[in-house]
Nanobody, 125 residues
């Protein structure tokens, strides 16, 4: 299974971007899809997640309503719509899939067993 993330780029503060993550196969077992990010010299941190069947969503506190995670089951794709971007949102954004999740630990990257290659998001001030 390959996860292909795309949609990153350079945007001014206050702007928007939509990230996409397409899975190479529709049949891999995943209960949740997540987005993580890693800034330069920082640890990978949870951004958002969505339950693949059902659509429950989860967000990091720093999102503060600015980001929306969604999915298109028919396209086997998960999205992260980011608005009101800030310079501190600058990072490489990764999508990930989890076959089994302990819900209380959904923000833990160790829960995710499939990872995409990352897409760079740079927000200029």
């Amino acid at each position: 299974v390959q996860l292909q993330a795309s949609g990153g780029g350079l945007v001014q503060a206050g702007g928007s971007l939509r990230l996409s993550c397409a899975a190479s196969t529709a049949t891999f077992s995943r209960r949740y899809m997540g987005w993580f990010r890693q800034g330069s010299g920082q640890e990978r941190e949870f951004v958002a997640a969505i339950r693949w069947n059902g659509g429950n969503t989860y967000y990091a506190d720093f999102v503060e309503g600015r980001f929306t995670v969604s999915k298109d089951n028919a396209k086997n794709t998960v999205y992260l719509q980011m608005s009101s971007l800030k310079p501190e949102d600058t990072a490489v954004y990764y999508c990930a899939g989890a076959s089994n999740v302990i819900l209380s630990a959904i923000r833990d990257p160790r829960q995710y067993n499939y990872w995409g290659q990352g897409t760079q998001v740079t927000v200029s001030s």
